[in-house]
């Protein structure tokens, strides 16, 4: 009977939807991203449900109107997605926000006759008003919390057709970093009958974790409770019901424990996923169902012995990232957030710290399907402003509800395993800093007692005015200290040593405490390690970033000056990189670029993390006449190339990472320069003369070789090919295939010497292009018309479903290369 009613309640929703559901942040939700309308402009009455919309762009969500071409395209003022008139200038990476009007027409069916319907957006960029039927839902101002509202008494009679509108409001000079525009997140309806589980209404713990038994809590909030049961199934990777249990619902909260027996753990190597599977019964009918993935793990945050995750020690490899997917903007499709975290992965880090917001929930499932830890982060500021209109003027009246917005919606995911209030919080060090660092981490922990709540400190004296002592108060309501760039030595070499605090002083003074860098400069990464790996209590940390994003352009973009030109002194040198630097849109900061390549900084981490023996790259010849002035938040202008062609004969710099203790280059099969890695480094610099052929590094320890890399010089190019990281993708709006365009030379080897030379795409079938992108800093070409110039050889080309199965071809072109074709299967 209960199986049968379980087909029915699912078979009704699904009738509805239509659509497939997984990924939904409620396992009840029903896509309702399809077929909005969209304006770009200050609209009057555009919520009144008669307005004629009919002029209007017909889209599908999500969408960010940001990334998208402007109008009045001018060679050097406006390009692309780009404006030198952009309030918000090099910080958003020259995008303009503005106002937006998202209209939608849908009419629902019979069996809404009795129910509840929600209506729930994943994340809005800014300040979104809603209406349903003319009737205003309310205001949402934070750009990056889920909400939702509750349709039911507004709604039409079933068959009478509904409008929902959506003004949204992205002026002013409001973020640091570029947001996107717009509805850039998915919508759902969540109709639920009257008494049913609440939204986020399913708390699940696994604290108490054994190789033979787990135990697992289920807190059930029900809405509008009448008598009924809660029943809980845990269904195991495979299906299996493999735990139940029965409550009768006296209250509102039901709290409920069950025993997996020789549970299969979620940890970073196999992240095994279980499913909680919650039937609310009343009158022996199934009147609610959610089905919520969770990982049975057990996470220690020890005093003595730092992280400890499944009783095994982790030290985190992390990084900082941003929201946006580069070519795709803001837009939050579900493959690009999955392969964004798949690259990272694969780069070698266990953990990211969504910096400085709660990221999506398609994100969050990555990171849990992959196996990374998650540090899940609220704010950028609080009362005080980083900029005149950003969300300081909201903290007052919203930053609780928003709070419990992330807490609520992530706590269940087992990728989660911290929470941070805020980054660098200019009011840190003051009373109101104290207040609000108090208030907020009790909020969190009354909401998840389980992970431990941390914020992002920041202390550069003498820019920081404030002695360390004044931060001590705010500390104290932090369970773990978390520091922006506290070990980096281009850093602290620049502060007055008078007033240099270091991590093992904090420690000595609080023994109970764990500390970790919750920012760190790429080339920093070895000072960072060394401490995860000497001391316990050091949990690691977090570079920033992992991977490149849009805004704060030009930061990690190390560029060339005439020689003669002097340079700020100090952390005044950062200023540099901070300039209106148009064309430059990206910071061209991170272990990958905007594409997912990897640049330096990702190979310099693969030694510091001892993934890699050694690791070659090679400078770009500097210019003569100029000098090179690295990023503060980049590396050396360097790559893995031995092409170099105009070179023969002059001198060119190698650079050599490894932890061995010697390093010998070999050209062409001789021998041509042997030197010792100088202590307390693990970087060899060698100036040798250029020569095409073969250059092969190796390392040595005591005589006994512990790696070698080889770079070759590629001939001309001659072709171009593709490769899909997917050749068979499902035919759904959240499917992609990322196709990697490489100019190859007649031997296929990748050309990594050109630049410029422009790709034509064309697509013919079931899907479209949805991007198009390189790794460059300084292309403001569009993200969206068929033709990319490739960048060190290379650049990326997006597809996306139109939606109905098929296949589809993307040819790409060039002038006097070889064309190529990839065919997609979309099933
Ligand atoms: C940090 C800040 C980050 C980013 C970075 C690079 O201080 O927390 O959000 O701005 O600097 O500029």
């Not at 969209?38 to 940001?66: C, M, Q, V």
Request: aromatic share 10%.
């Amino acid at each position: 009977m209960e199986a049968f009613l379980k087909v029915i309640v699912s078979f009704c929703f699904l009738l509805i939807a239509g659509i497939s559901v997984s990924h939904a942040q409620d396992s009840r939700a029903i896509s309702f991203d399809r077929n909005w309308r969209f304006k770009k402009d200050t609209i009057y009455g555009a919520e009144r449900p008669g307005f004629n919309d009919t002029d209007w762009r017909t889209l599908n969500l999500p969408h960010d109107w940001s990334i998208e071409d402007l109008p009045d395209q001018k060679e050097g003022e406006v390009q692309g997605p780009f404006t030198k008139a952009s309030i918000g200038k090099a910080a958003t990476g020259f995008t303009e926000g503005g106002i937006g009007w998202y209209r939608k027409a849908f009419t629902l069916d019979k069996s809404y006759i009795g129910k509840k319907t929600y209506l729930l957006f994943d994340g809005v960029y800014m300040n979104a008003d809603v209406w349903i039927n003319g009737h205003h839902l309310g205001n949402h101002p934070y750009g990056y919390t889920s909400f939702s509202y509750d349709l039911t008494e507004f709604l039409n009679p079933a068959g009478k057709p509904n409008v929902i509108a959506v003004r949204v409001d992205n002026t002013g000079k409001n973020s640091r970093w570029y947001s996107g525009s717009g509805i850039y997140r998915h919508v759902w309806l969540l109709p639920v009958n009257p008494t049913h589980i609440k939204l986020w209404g399913n708390y699940i713990t696994t604290s108490e974790v054994f190789p033979d038994k787990a135990v697992i809590g289920i807190t059930t909030t029900i809405e509008n409770q009448k008598p009924a049961d809660v029943k809980v199934d845990i269904l195991d990777p495979g299906g299996r019901v493999v735990a139940s249990h029965k409550e009768r619902a006296s209250q509102s909260d039901i709290i409920q424990k069950l025993i997996v027996n020789h549970p299969k753990l979620w940890d970073l190597d196999k992240p095994v996923l279980y499913k909680a599977r919650v039937s609310l019964i009343s009158n022996n009918q199934i009147v609610d169902q959610t089905i919520t993935t969770f990982g049975i793990r057990s996470l220690v945050f020890d005093p003595q012995k730092g992280l400890l995750l499944n009783g095994q020690s982790v030290k985190l490899k992390g990084g900082c990232i941003h929201h946006d997917l580069g070519p795709l903007g803001a837009a939050s499709i579900d493959r690009a957030e999955e392969r964004k975290v798949e690259l990272i992965k694969a780069a070698g880090y266990n953990a990211l710290r969504l910096s400085h917001n709660p990221a999506s929930p398609a994100l969050l499932n990555a990171c849990d399907k992959l196996g990374l830890l998650v540090l899940d982060e609220a704010f950028d500021m609080w009362e005080l402003p980083k900029n005149p209109q950003d969300y300081h003027l909201y903290f007052k009246e919203w930053s609780r509800r928003d709070l419990a917005s992330m807490v609520l919606r992530d706590r269940n995911h087992p990728s989660v395993m911290m929470w941070s209030i805020g980054n660098e919080i200019y009011e840190a060090p003051d009373s109101s800093g104290y207040v609000n660092a108090k208030r907020l981490a009790d909020e969190v922990r009354g909401l998840d007692p389980t992970r431990p709540v941390t914020d992002a400190i920041v202390f550069l004296p003498p820019y920081t005015k404030k002695p360390w002592t004044a931060y001590e108060s705010h500390l104290a309501n932090l369970d773990i200290d978390g520091y922006n760039y506290f070990l980096d030595p281009s850093v602290y070499f620049q502060r007055d040593s008078t007033i240099l605090h270091s991590f093992e002083t904090e420690r000595a003074k609080h023994p109970q405490k764990l500390y970790m860098a919750t920012e760190y400069l790429a080339n920093a990464a070895l000072e960072n390690w060394d401490a995860a790996e000497k001391y316990p209590w050091f949990l690691g940390g977090f570079c920033w970033t992992a991977m490149d994003y849009i805004g704060e352009a030009g930061i990690g973009n190390s560029i060339y000056v005439p020689e003669s030109q002097k340079l700020p002194k100090g952390l005044m040198g950062m200023g540099l990189f901070y300039r209106n630097n148009w064309p430059v849109y990206n910071a061209y900061c991170g272990d990958l670029d905007l594409i997912g390549d990897q640049k330096p900084e990702a190979y310099y981490k693969k030694v510091v993390w001892r993934h890699s023996p050694i690791e070659m790259l090679v400078h770009r010849p500097i210019p003569d006449g100029q000098k090179e002035v690295v990023a503060t938040w980049g590396m050396p202008d360097e790559l893995k190339s031995w092409t170099w062609s105009g070179q023969e004969g002059k001198k060119i710099q190698v650079d050599v990472y490894t932890r061995g203790k010697t390093v010998k280059l070999e050209l062409n099969g001789r021998i041509i320069a042997e030197q010792s890695v100088p202590g307390g480094s693990i970087t060899a610099t060698f100036q040798i003369e250029y020569q095409p052929g073969t250059l092969v590094a190796k390392s040595f320890d005591n005589g006994k070789e512990t790696g070698s890399s080889t770079l070759s010089t590629a001939g001309s190019p001659v072709g171009i090919r593709l490769i899909a990281d997917r050749k068979k993708i499902r035919a759904s709006l959240n499917d992609l295939s990322f196709i990697r365009v490489e100019v190859v030379d007649a031997k296929g080897n990748l050309v990594p010497s050109v630049n410029g030379l422009e790709i034509s795409f064309k697509i013919s079938g079931a899907a479209t292009i949805a991007g198009v992108g390189n790794g460059s800093p300084a292309d403001m070409s569009s993200f969206q018309q068929p033709r990319k110039q490739v960048y060190q050889g290379k650049a990326l080309a997006i597809v996306r479903p139109l939606g109905a199965p098929g296949t589809a071809t993307l040819t790409a072109s060039a002038r006097g290369l070889q064309s190529s074709s990839v065919h997609i299967e979309i099933k």
